[in-house]
């Protein structure tokens, strides 16, 4: 089992920045790919980033790129979201996943371990 907690939710306004952070614990991280969904109102729950359990493979999806940065630290067995440039159509509940394969898929249902989730909120 994996147990996910994330933070650094909160309200920024346009154009400002966030830092979100996902607290790994229950099985060796450096052996988990990690990823950040995201889900608006309404909506389906949605890919944000990913990275590979050394750190040195990351992916985005179109919407964030080049706005937002995923990083981890598998010394402290934490992933980060640093996001940049946020826009009102960023606001969701953010989640923290896990998974075992090498390579992070960008599919949620590949994911077998979730946090709780942690709200953003852009205001225009």
């Known amino acids: 089992q994996v147990q996910l907690v994330e933070s650094g939710g909160g309200l920024v306004q346009a154009g400002g920045s966030l830092r979100l952070s996902c607290a790994a614990s229950?099985?060796?991280?450096?052996?988990?790919?990690m990823g950040w969904f995201r889900q608006a109102p309404g909506k389906e729950r949605e890919f944000v980033a990913a990275?590979?359990?050394?750190?040195?493979?990351?992916y985005y999806a179109d919407s964030v790129k080049g706005r937002f940065t995923i990083s981890r630290d598998n010394a402290k067995n934490t992933v980060n979201l640093q996001m940049n440039r946020l826009k009102p159509e960023d606001t969701a509940v953010y989640y923290c996943?896990?998974?075992?394969?090498?390579?992070?898929?960008?599919?949620?249902?590949?994911?077998?371990?979730w946090g709780q989730g942690t709200q953003v909120t852009v205001s225009s």
């Open positions: 996943a896990a998974e075992t394969s090498a390579i992070p898929a960008t599919m949620a249902t590949t994911y077998d371990y």
């Open positions: 229950g099985r060796t991280f450096s052996r988990l790919a």
């Open positions: 990275i590979n359990w050394t750190g040195g493979r990351t």
